[in-house]
Structures are given as C-alpha cells and as structure tokens.
C-alpha cells in the first residue's frame, strides 16, 4: 500500500495516467490530485467515471509546485505520467520544454515533498536494440531513433546523474493497450486500430516484412495491457527498495497476427488480413523483434500473473471498445459494472 497523503497524477486524464486512477480507486484510493492538458481533447471522458479530489491544468500546477513546495497539502506520491508522447513529433523545442524541464520540476518537487516519485520513462528509449533488452544497458549508450524518445533519454541520463534515480522509479512501458486511448489519434494500439478497420472493412491492414526470417505478419513485439501495467506500476511505487529503471512488459514477444486475430474472434467474422507495403521512411528504423526483460521487476517482488494476450484483447475488444465504455471506479477488475454508484469528482 501507498503511504498515507494525497497522490499526484500528471497527465491523469490520458491512457495510463486516466487508468492509474482507475487503479488507485480499486484500491479505495482516491486523496488524488488529477493535473493534464485537457484543451479541446476530448481526454476529460476518461476522468467522468473516476474518483479524486482535485484537478489542476499542467501549467498551473507547475507554477504552484514551484511557488510553494506544500501549495497542495501533504503530499505522498506522484506520479508523473504527463508528456508528449508522440513518436512523429519534430518541435524538439517543444518536447524539451514538455517532457525533459517540466519532468525536471517535478522530480525536485517530489524531493523537496519527500514524496514518493515514479515516472514515466519509455521503452522507445532503447533505440534500435532488439531481442530481449535488459535495463542494465549502459544509458550512455543508447540512441533513440525520434524526438520524443530522446526527450525521455534525456531525463533519464538527468535522473542518473543527479541521482534522483536512487531515490526514484523510472517505468518503461512496451506495447501498452487497452481502454481509455480513444483520444491518442495514430497513436492508438494497434488493438484499437484494428477494431476500427474491421468494424468499418471487415478487413485489417499490416505491414509486409522486409527482413529475411520473418514471414508477414510475424514481427515480434512485447504487448501489455493497460491493466497489468498499472498493476506493475502500483506495486513499483509502493515498493520501499524498489529505485531505478524498470521494464514494464509481458516479459513474452508475439506477433502482429497474435494481437489482431482475437479482434476479429471477438467481432464474431472471419480473419481477412491485408498485408501492406511498409513506408520507405520506416525501413531502415522498423524493429523486427523486441521484448522486455521483467526480471527486475520479478525481483523486486511482483508475483502476479500477467494477462494472456488473446484474454486481454479479447476483454478489451468486447468489454470497451464494442460498447464504447471507459475505465470507471464501479467497475470490476474484469471490466464489468458493479451495482455501487459512481461518485464524480
């Protein structure tokens, strides 16, 4: 369990800060200050069936935590999820504002707070690394491929050097799925994509290999779902030895086949696959087989299953994205509703 004070959430109406919340409620958890960038998204849908107490927008909370460490009471927690986390973004003015100086405050706030500090990290970072990747890989020698992993890089080397590390959780999420992404544009999971082509096609689009060993459709990544990664998160923060960088994954690679043919399982049709050329632009920085190591995070005392991957797609398909449903607090583990009433914020 978290230590007693309220919980800072930035980018708490996103993926995986919106369901971090939904986690934190499971708990009975909800002393939660919500801050993010709502603007004209239409993110603010994943907080109406969530408990907290508060919400601040991103700019006004980074103006109150530097005016005055204790401008938000007591605080025990914070999670900084908030960030720009698209991978074709090219303003790197922007993302070092956005993502490196801003993460920058909130690590020294947290520490002036004494508060429990777990970040967001990615594991774009790793660059062009394939195979299993371990988080014992040297930062120095890491090349992130676009703007937005080097950002993340670049708070990480940060974290290490000041050693904010030793005192910190860096997460490292995969191929993070599940409800709540709607809004994340073409930055969606492939899951989610897919369910879209095939309900308005009946068809699915991936691309072709290019690479000798691996037939269509047979790159390997290592696919999370979103509830097993705020499971690994929770544990992660309330884990007194835990400090440093962790791999957030299944810990298994699977292919592109594996993840979309529960989708069409799930919407009762038949698989129709197309593969599609692949981008001359991507060739040379696509990956063919990536996987996280998550000894570590067995090590630190994890122990709980990890979802099967056609058991999420599948609850994911047919719980969210078939009947439009969010994350909501009344809601079980499972995704289904309970009978209690939700309380909004």
């Not at 929770?234 to 690679?253: F, I, W």
């Not at 398909?317 to 969010?326: A, D, E, P």
Request: charged fraction near 20%; aromatic fraction near 10%; charge should be neutral.
């Amino acid at each position: 369990m978290l230590p007693d004070g309220r919980i800072v959430v930035t980018g708490g109406a996103g993926f995986i800060g919106s369901a971090l919340i939904w986690g934190l409620n499971q708990q009975g958890v909800d002393r939660i200050l919500v801050s993010d960038r709502l603007d004209r998204t239409e993110k603010w849908r994943n907080l109406s069936g969530l408990r907290f107490e508060d919400y601040v927008e991103a700019d006004d909370l980074l103006a109150r935590c530097s005016d005055s460490g204790g401008a938000f009471g007591e605080v025990s927690a914070i999670f900084h999820l908030g960030a720009c986390s698209s991978t074709t973004e090219t303003d790197m003015a922007f993302l070092i504002r956005n993502n490196f100086e801003y993460s920058k405050q909130m690590a020294v706030w947290s520490e002036r707070l004494k508060a429990r500090f777990v970040y967001a990290s990615s594991a774009a970072t790793y660059g062009a690394l394939e195979g299993v990747v371990k988080e014992t890989v040297s930062l120095d020698s890491l090349r992130p491929l676009n703007a937005y992993a080097f950002s993340k890089h670049l708070f990480d080397c940060w974290a290490q050097r000041t050693g904010v590390l030793e005192r910190s959780v860096g997460v490292k999420y995969f191929n993070v799925f599940g409800p709540n992404e709607d809004h994340k544009g073409d930055m969606r999971s492939m899951v989610n994509k897919a369910y879209h082509q095939i309900r308005d096609t009946g068809c699915v689009g991936l691309f072709k290999s290019h690479r000798a060993g691996f037939r269509d459709g047979e790159q390997l990544r290592d696919f999370l779902y979103v509830k097993d990664a705020v499971a690994m998160t929770l544990h992660l923060a309330s884990a007194e030895s835990a400090h440093g960088l962790y791999n957030l994954g299944s810990g298994r690679a699977s292919t592109w086949l594996e993840l979309v043919t529960p989708v069409f399982e799930t919407c009762s049709l038949p698989a129709r696959i197309e593969f599609i050329e692949m981008p001359e632009m991507l060739r040379g920085k696509y990956q063919y087989h990536t996987c996280a190591s998550i000894e570590k995070l067995r090590q630190s005392g994890y122990q709980q299953p990890i979802t099967p991957l056609d058991d999420a797609v599948t609850e994911y398909v047919r719980n969210y994205l078939l009947s439009g449903h969010r994350l909501a607090q009344d809601q079980a583990p499972g995704g289904q509703a309970t009978a209690s009433t939700t309380r909004q914020a």
